[in-house]
């Protein structure tokens, strides 16, 4: 068996970033000073990413949070009370002209033993993951094939916060991919678009219908929104405890779980049509 050590989990918290679709800032605000973003954002990471990154039952990891160094002093404190809590959290603080996939490239370098692959998983700083997440990773790394490739958990859920509502979600091209290298060339997770990996690299499906994460659908989402269909409306989940989190919740009534499916579909077309203009849609629908 292969000792694993080598991983990282990497997660963007305040820097700011390109839509893929349109080129343009994700965010109308600058998201390294907005103090209503911030204080939304930490609240969704304390709630959420953090306890579930906690409770992981594999302790061999570390965690980098990528801030921009313009965050305010206040956060910057709250972080190093967060570091306190969590002491795989190592957070790199980024001036906005460097090139951040380059600098976390040379930090994993600087960081690596030659005993191991290396492991990236990708986290965003809203979602959280299952407490046996990166236990399976590892310990499937343990018995894989010496070659890069990517490992992927298919199932987890979609989580609506305004609503309470809860989707069973299948989404093989979801955003808490893994990437395995072996050899002297560093290449991380942050390398590639997450809807695109598993074409470029041998890909292997994890714990199918296994719920191993949680999108956390909420107000400040630009993005994602909840896919909530008849066939993965899911109406028995009452915790969120196998993900480390303190958080109950309380089954929907039958009326107000089929208004939701009735009228879901209608407002993430309207969403759409909102961030992205009729012509940037047909152009993405031409595409595929």
């Known amino acids: 068996m292969k000792e694993v050590t080598n991983h990282f989990i990497i997660t963007r918290f305040n820097l700011q970033m390109k839509n893929e679709m349109t080129s343009k800032a994700i965010d109308q605000i600058d998201v390294s ?3 209503d973003y911030l204080r939304s954002r930490f609240d969704l990471f304390l709630k959420y ?3 579930s990154v906690n409770s992981q039952t ?3 990891f570390e965690w980098l949070v990528l801030f921009s160094d313009q965050t305010p002093t206040h956060y910057r404190k709250e972080i190093e009370e967060i570091k306190n809590r969590c002491p795989h959290l190592s957070p790199i603080f980024l001036n906005s002209k460097i090139n951040y996939k380059e600098f976390v490239t040379k930090y994993i370098k600087s960081k690596l033993d030659n005993k191991t692959p290396l492991i990236t998983t990708r986290l965003d700083n809203d979602d959280a993951i299952r407490n046996d997440f990166i236990q399976k990773i590892q310990k499937s790394v343990e018995t894989l094939e010496e070659k ?11 989580y609506e916060e305004k609503t309470g509502a809860i989707a069973n979600y299948c989404f093989p091209e979801n955003h808490f991919s893994t990437l395995i290298c072996y050899g002297e060339e560093v290449n991380t997770i942050l390398d590639y678009n997450h809807m695109e990996i598993s074409k470029l690299y041998p890909t292997i499906f994890l714990e199918k219908s296994k719920a191993m994460w949680i999108e956390v659908i909420h107000d400040n989402n630009l993005l994602n929104r909840i896919y909530y269909t008849l066939e993965n409306a899911n109406n028995t989940v ?6 480390g989190l303190c958080i109950s919740i309380n089954k929907l009534s039958k009326v107000r779980q089929n208004l939701l499916i009735l009228f879901n579909t209608p407002k993430n077309i309207w969403r759409l049509f909102k961030q992205y203009g009729i012509k940037k849609i047909g152009e993405r629908m031409l595409k595929k």
Not at 238 to 243: E, G, L, M, S
């Open 148 to 158: 890069d490739q990517v490992l992927i958990f298919p199932d987890g859920f979609q």
């Open 238 to 243: 009452q915790d969120f405890r196998n993900f």
């Open 33 to 35: 000073t907005d103090e």
């Open 49 to 51: 990413t953090v306890p």
């Open 58 to 60: 594999r302790k061999e």
